[in-house]
């Protein structure tokens, strides 16, 4: 087959829908064998957005021909689908190959590429290229909207590990596609040095924003102590930055919730983000910033309705994964989770789906399904043997929570605050810090001013080691 008669292949027969130009740029260039880098030499798209629209027109492929399709063995399976669809080997359609039977055909190159994503345990953010992200609609949409408002304020609200830096990552690569100029800061980075004073602070910030724009930074001639650092950091945006760049800048603030921990420099710097996103009504150049803020919990410091950039602009809170989710992701890992009841050994006599089974124990909690799923899927164990040892200090989660409970080992009170949380048969209310370290952390889930256990993994595994601490 040439080119042309895989495209027309792929939209008339197996997708049944014409492809976009850029999925067509890709399909076309994977067939010819460029990679992502080449065809973006030769367009005017970004590396990370071709590997994120292929991954995609990958996977729509994958699950028309029941078989992972990758741009490494697109020639083999098109070539195989074709075959059975033109007759030449009707008597062997029965006998299309699995997907083991193809793996043994690929060189060991390329079959370590096609699993080398799926391989890797899960741990920081989904790569752009990586088919194991899963959307959330329609968060991801608001925010490519979103960040096209001049002036906008985004925030982007959940606790540890669900996904935020990987949702982050995304708007980002899909503001550069577009022309913007995008700057990325985490507060996790940040030296506790630099958060003595207001003036040290804004400072910092001024210098990463310049560097990260290829700009020398400049701010001795644009501070003015008579004015307030506050001041100066406005007018070095307006008088330096601004004028330097001709498009709109994205300005990612990511763990703000490390700011909330120093209250005095809290109680400036986020009103100042307040001013700043109202300052795009009435001055034009104000309307090139969109500021995108991300952060694990509410924050707890008191701030005045008119001060606070907590209620301004859109919100987006991340849930957990929902049940189809889950299965897409497992899907995704190579785990045959139709929608099929299945019958599990006598101890789990009732007939549900793996997936409602996983989320009993994980609550859709993202990195905590797909740590299950990356050992269901190299067979280290059956989900039944999995879910049993789960919650303890056996269990696949024996790091993960251990360095949790070490944490709480040493602020006595925030462990009695989640054995509170934990022994409770309904939810409990409490002390404002105590509930935002909790929540930061991951293990609780606040619904208003009362607190449950993120997931019965947590419930289970702290009920018995905060018991048995207390005990002894």
Same mark, same amino acid.
């Given at each position: 087959?040439?080119?042309?008669?895989?495209?027309?292949?792929?939209?008339?027969?197996?997708?049944?829908?014409?492809?976009?130009?850029?999925?067509?740029?890709?399909?076309?260039?994977?067939?010819? =064998?460029?990679?992502? #880098?080449?065809?973006?030499?030769?367009?005017?798209?970004?590396?990370?957005?071709?590997?994120?629209?292929?991954?995609?027109?990958?996977?729509?492929?994958? /699950?028309?021909?029941?078989?992972? $399709?990758?741009?490494?063995?697109?020639?083999?399976?098109?070539?195989?689908?074709?075959?059975?669809?033109?007759?030449?080997?009707?008597?062997? $359609?029965?006998?299309?190959?699995?997907?083991?039977?193809?793996?043994?055909?690929?060189?060991?190159?390329?079959? /370590?590429?096609?699993?080398?994503?799926?391989?890797?345990?899960? =741990? *920081?953010?989904?790569?752009?290229?990586?088919?194991?992200?899963?959307?959330?609609?329609?968060?991801?949409?608001?925010?490519?909207?979103?960040?096209? +408002?001049?002036?906008?304020?985004?925030?982007?609200?959940?606790? %540890? +590990?669900?996904?935020?830096?990987?949702?982050?990552?995304?708007?980002?690569?899909?503001?550069?596609?577009? =022309?913007?100029?995008?700057?990325?800061?985490?507060?996790?980075?940040?030296?506790? @040095?630099?958060?003595?004073?207001?003036?040290?602070?804004?400072?910092?910030?001024?210098?990463?924003?310049?560097?990260?724009?290829?700009?020398?930074? #400049?701010?001795?001639?644009?501070?003015?102590?008579?004015?307030?650092?506050?001041?100066?950091?406005?007018?070095?945006?307006? *008088?330096?930055?601004?004028?330097?760049? !001709?498009?709109?800048?994205?300005?990612?603030?990511?763990?703000?919730?490390?700011?909330?921990?120093?209250? %005095?420099?809290?109680?400036?710097?986020?009103?100042?983000?307040?001013?700043?996103?109202? +300052?795009?009504?009435?001055?034009?150049?104000?309307?090139?910033?969109?500021?995108?803020?991300?952060?694990?919990?509410?924050?707890?410091?008191?701030?005045?309705?008119?001060?606070?950039?907590? !209620?301004?602009?859109?919100?987006?809170?991340?849930?957990?994964?929902?049940?189809?989710?889950?299965?897409?992701?497992?899907?995704?890992?190579?785990?045959?989770?139709?929608?099929?009841?299945?019958?599990?050994?006598?101890?789990?006599?009732?007939?549900?789906?793996?997936?409602?089974?996983?989320?009993?124990?994980?609550?859709?909690?993202?990195?905590?399904?797909?740590?299950?799923?990356?050992?269901?899927?190299?067979?280290?164990?059956?989900?039944?043997?999995?879910?049993? $040892? /789960?919650?303890?200090?056996? =269990?696949?989660?024996?790091?993960?929570?251990?360095?949790?409970?070490?944490?709480?080992?040493?602020?006595? +009170?925030? /462990?009695? @605050?989640?054995?509170? $949380?934990?022994?409770?048969?309904?939810?409990?209310?409490?002390?404002?810090?105590?509930?935002?370290?909790?929540?930061?952390?991951?293990?609780?889930?606040?619904?208003?001013?009362?607190?449950?256990?993120?997931?019965?993994?947590? #419930?289970?595994?702290?009920?018995?080691?905060? *018991?048995?601490?207390?005990?002894?």
């Amino acid at each position: 087959m040439n080119v042309d008669e895989v495209l027309e292949a792929v939209e008339k027969v197996l997708l049944s829908r014409q492809l976009t130009p850029i999925e067509q740029l890709i399909l076309r260039r994977s067939w010819l =064998g460029d990679d992502y #880098r080449e065809m973006a030499q030769d367009s005017a798209y970004s590396i990370p957005h071709l590997k994120e629209v292929g991954s995609q027109l990958w996977q729509a492929l994958s /699950a028309v021909l029941r078989q992972r $399709v990758t741009k490494k063995n697109l020639h083999l399976l098109v070539n195989l689908h074709q075959q059975n669809s033109t007759g030449e080997q009707q008597n062997r $359609v029965q006998e299309l190959p699995t997907d083991t039977e193809i793996e043994h055909n690929f060189s060991d190159n390329i079959l /370590a590429s096609e699993t080398e994503t799926e391989q890797k345990f899960p =741990g *920081g953010p989904v790569p752009l290229d990586s088919p194991l992200y899963i959307n959330r609609p329609p968060i991801e949409e608001l925010a490519y909207t979103e960040i096209t +408002q001049p002036g906008c304020l985004l925030r982007i609200k959940a606790p %540890k +590990q669900m996904g935020k830096s990987s949702l982050l990552i995304r708007i980002l690569a899909r503001a550069t596609d577009v =022309g913007y100029k995008t700057v990325s800061l985490d507060f996790q980075e940040t030296d506790e @040095a630099i958060f003595t004073s207001l003036d040290k602070f804004l400072r910092w910030f001024c210098a990463n924003v310049s560097r990260q724009l290829d700009l020398k930074p #400049r701010l001795d001639e644009f501070w003015d102590e008579d004015m307030g650092s506050k001041v100066s950091c406005k007018i070095y945006f307006e *008088g330096y930055l601004f004028k330097k760049i !001709n498009s709109p800048l994205v300005l990612a603030l990511n763990e703000v919730n490390r700011v909330f921990e120093h209250p %005095k420099i809290a109680l400036d710097f986020l009103p100042m983000l307040r001013f700043w996103h109202e +300052q795009a009504r009435a001055v034009d150049v104000w309307q090139k910033l969109r500021i995108l803020v991300v952060h694990t919990t509410e924050i707890y410091i008191p701030l005045k309705l008119n001060q606070s950039p907590f !209620n301004v602009g859109v919100s987006i809170r991340l849930p957990q994964f929902s049940s189809e989710q889950v299965q897409d992701l497992a899907q995704r890992y190579g785990l045959d989770w139709s929608d099929n009841v299945e019958t599990l050994s006598p101890a789990l006599t009732y007939r549900k789906a793996y997936a409602s089974l996983l989320m009993e124990m994980m609550g859709g909690h993202p990195y905590l399904v797909s740590v299950a799923l990356y050992h269901l899927r190299r067979g280290a164990m059956t989900l039944e043997a999995l879910l049993q $040892v /789960a919650p303890t200090p056996s =269990g696949i989660y024996s790091d993960h929570l251990r360095g949790h409970l070490a944490m709480l080992q040493d602020e006595p +009170q925030l /462990a009695s @605050a989640l054995q509170q $949380v934990v022994t409770a048969d309904k939810r409990v209310q409490l002390e404002a810090i105590a509930a935002y370290k909790l929540e930061s952390m991951g293990l609780i889930q606040m619904d208003g001013d009362r607190a449950s256990p993120s997931c019965q993994l947590y #419930r289970l595994y702290f009920r018995s080691q905060l *018991g048995e601490k207390k005990e002894c």
